[in-house]
């Protein structure tokens, strides 16, 4: 099933249809709530506020990735050269990633999901899995055991967080220390630069946690694996408002239909479901409600 099989031209055209306002108000809006956390918690330290901060920013640090994410298919902005810039500067290197490496492992995903060569398959194929299983998998994540070892294979220069890919663009790493010197300066000059420690140790546990539910909710347990048709290899989580707030930012949840029409940013994904299920194209595809639902999916026993 291609897009222009099922949708109109008009369809096509006003879905691909790209925003550099409601782009901008994606990253500066994410931009802004990290660092309303990282003033809260640095004006009023408890274990209450740092709680908050650990649930709650990586939702946060996950926006700025699937923001990448977006830039990498060049569906944020109009312009190749906005999508690049803040792509990697605002977006990519924060999270230790890089756009360019992760453009170009996330297209192989694309091209061969629904097949045994997906590069991304390691991620999900193993699912169901024992919940004993995966209790040690989120031990490991909110321990920091998963995110000392992703620090470790990008000190050697592998290509990005998000990514398989093991070489990244060059001088990679100094550019990444440098986005997080500036963004320690900026911290310190508010007065709470200590919060930078609570950024990257939220992002070396729960944020570890939050990516590995979002692998399992796109692509783990779903109706065929090896199915080429999107509707069977990808999954799409109908999420409440809280759950995609921490664990879904930017419509990433809308994982199926991305899949489908991968130029269509994400602000327009909830419009091309509609579109979808208004044809009927979504009739066989089993819905599931929220990332409880997912869970309960991936355990086996």
Request: hydrophobic share 45%; charged share 15%.
């Amino acid at each position: 099933m291609r897009p222009s099989d099922v949708l109109s031209a008009q369809e096509r055209e006003q879905l691909l249809e790209r925003s550099d306002f409601r782009a901008w108000v994606h990253v500066l809006s994410t931009w802004a709530l990290t660092f309303g956390i990282l003033l809260l918690v640095g004006h009023f330290p408890s274990v209450i506020t740092l709680l908050f901060a650990w649930i709650v920013l990586p939702g946060r640090q996950l926006s700025l990735a699937v923001l990448m994410h977006e830039a990498g298919h060049g569906s944020l902005f109009k312009t190749k050269g906005l999508n690049t810039w803040v792509g990697q500067w605002l977006c990519a290197l924060p999270t230790l990633g890089d756009l360019a490496a992760y453009a170009r492992g996330h297209t192989a995903h694309h091209r061969l999901a629904g097949t045994d060569e997906d590069p991304d398959l390691p991620n999900y194929r193993a699912y169901p899995i024992k919940k004993s299983s995966l209790y040690r998998k989120w031990t490991r994540d909110l321990t920091g055991q998963t995110g000392f070892k992703l620090l470790a294979a990008l000190a050697t220069g592998a290509g990005s967080q998000m990514s398989k890919e093991t070489v990244g663009s060059s001088n990679l790493v100094a550019k990444q220390v440098l986005v997080h010197l500036l963004f320690a300066s900026i911290l310190i000059a508010l007065g709470v630069g200590w919060t930078w420690f609570v950024w990257m140790g939220t992002f070396l546990t729960s944020y570890m946690w939050v990516v590995r539910l979002r692998q399992v909710g796109e692509h783990a347990v779903v109706p065929n694996l090896y199915d080429p048709d999107v509707r069977m290899n990808t999954r799409t989580v109908e999420a409440p408002f809280w759950q995609r707030f921490l664990l879904a930012p930017n419509n990433v949840n809308f994982h199926m239909e991305h899949h489908f029409m991968a130029g269509v940013p994400c602000y327009n994904l909830p419009k091309l479901r509609a579109i979808l299920k208004s044809k009927g194209l979504l009739d066989d595809v089993p819905e599931v409600k929220g990332y409880g639902q997912v869970l309960k999916l991936a355990v086996a026993d």
